[in-house]
Nanobody, 123 residues
């Protein structure tokens, strides 16, 4: 029922830029912390950046100063602007939504994932 629809992946040269987008449902987006994760071949999936429902951001050290996460609450969409891309940024990028507990009775923290979009940084 809850889908995260990603777009924006592709091939870019080192030093170039890409912007990833992820759209969620209104009911999920408005209360969730949204994030981007990535997984390179032979490596574990790692956190890239997150943004809370109130706009607080967090970044992996490897992307600080180069990537910017933002959210458009009117479009229920989270973005990842990637600048100064490096070959090491090559990975499948996954959109993530972390939904907090919604009732006193149901205290689960639910996590949702997109299908991933491939970013290749190469000359």
């Amino acid at each position: 029922q809850e889908q995260l629809v990603e777009s924006g992946g592709g091939l870019v040269q080192p030093g170039g830029s890409l912007r990833l987008s992820c759209e969620a449902s209104r009911r999920l987006f408005r209360i969730s912390t949204m994030g981007w994760y990535r997984q390179a071949p032979g490596k574990e999936r790692e956190l890239v950046a997150t943004i809370s429902s109130s706009g607080t951001t967090n970044y992996a050290d490897s992307v600080k100063g180069r990537f910017t996460i933002s959210r458009d609450n009117a479009k229920n969409t989270v973005f990842l602007q990637m600048n100064s891309l490096l070959s090491e940024d090559t990975a499948i990028y996954y959109c993530n939504a972390e939904r907090p507990p919604v009732t006193i009775e149901d205290q689960r923290i639910m996590t949702y994932w997109g299908k991933g979009t491939l970013v290749t940084v190469s000359s």
